[in-house]
C-alpha cells in the first residue's frame, strides 16, 4: 500500500532564505508526482507536476526533483517571501488504471518578514 | 478559461441530513475525482469518475455516492450525515490519459455537520 510522508511538519523561515521540503513514497511504481499549495481553508493550487520519466521541473522560484528508485522528492524554493506561507502538498499517483492522488499530510511553511 | 467550479462554497447541516454537492470540470475534461479533507489532514480519495464511468472508490461508506453527468459535471451525495463527515470536499478534474495528466482542483465545498 502506497505511503505517503512529509518531512518536516511545519518550518519557519526568515525572509530570502532558500528551503527544501521533502517528500518520500515507498512505492515507487507511480505514474506522476505533483507538489500543490494550499492557503489556510482554501482549495489546491497544482505548482509542480513530475512524470516518472522526469527527474526535475521548474517554475519560477520552484524546483521539485524526483528520484523514483529512493522514493523520494525535493521541493526547493529560492528567495523565500512571506507570499509563499502557506500549507505545501505531495500526492503521488500510482501506475495502473485508477488516477486517484495519495496524499502526504503536508508542510506548513511560515516565512516571516 | 473558467477552473473548476464548485457549489455551494459553504453549507452547514445537522446529523442524519443528506446533502448533495456540485463539481463542474475544465471546459474539455472529462475526469472528476472527489476529496474529503479533514481539517489537518491529507484530502483522502473518495471516488473517480471518467466519461460518466466509476473509474475509482476510496475506503467509504456506502452513504457516499457520485455520479457523473453528460455534460461532464458531477455531483457527491451524503446521506445520513454524521459529525465526523465536516470536512472540506475537493473536486478536481483532469484529462485521464493526457500527458501531463495534472489534476486541477476547484476552492472546495466546506461541510459543516451540527
Known amino acids: 500500500k502506497q505511503e505517503v510522508t512529509q518531512i518536516p511538519a511545519a518550518l519557519s523561515v526568515p525572509e530570502g532564505e532558500n528551503l527544501v521540503l521533502n517528500c518520500s513514497f515507498t512505492?515507487?511504481?507511480?505514474?506522476?508526482l505533483q507538489w500543490f499549495r494550499q492557503d489556510p481553508g482554501k482549495g489546491l493550487t497544482s505548482l509542480l507536476l513530475?512524470?516518472?520519466s522526469q527527474r526535475e521541473q521548474t517554475s519560477g522560484r520552484l524546483n521539485a526533483s524526483l528520484d523514483k528508485s529512493s522514493g523520494r522528492s525535493t521541493l526547493y524554493i529560492a528567495a523565500s517571501q512571506p507570499g509563499d506561507s502557506a500549507t505545501y502538498l505531495c500526492?503521488?499517483?500510482?501506475?495502473?488504471?485508477?488516477?486517484?492522488?495519495?496524499w502526504g499530510l503536508g508542510t506548513s511553511l511560515g516565512v516571516n518578514p | 478559461d473558467a477552473g473548476v467550479t464548485q457549489s455551494p462554497t459553504h453549507l452547514i447541516k445537522t446529523r442524519g441530513q443528506q446533502v448533495t454537492l456540485r463539481c463542474s470540470p475544465i471546459s474539455g475534461h472529462k475526469s472528476v475525482s472527489w476529496y474529503q479533507q479533514v481539517l489537518g489532514q491529507g484530502p483522502q480519495f473518495i471516488f473517480q469518475?471518467?466519461?460518466?464511468?466509476?473509474?475509482g472508490r476510496g475506503n467509504f461508506p456506502d452513504r457516499f455516492s457520485a455520479r457523473q453527468f453528460p455534460n461532464y459535471s458531477s455531483e457527491l451525495n451524503v446521506n445520513a450525515l454524521l459529525l465526523g463527515d465536516s470536512a472540506l470536499y475537493l473536486c478536481a478534474s483532469g484529462m485521464v490519459g493526457g500527458t501531463p495528466d495534472t489534476q486541477y482542483f476547484g476552492p472546495g465545498t466546506r461541510l459543516t455537520v451540527l
Open positions: 500526492a503521488v499517483i500510482n501506475a495502473g488504471n485508477n488516477r486517484k492522488l495519495i
Open positions: 513530475i512524470q516518472s
Open positions: 469518475y471518467y466519461e460518466k464511468e466509476e473509474r
Open positions: 512505492d515507487s511504481a507511480i505514474y506522476n
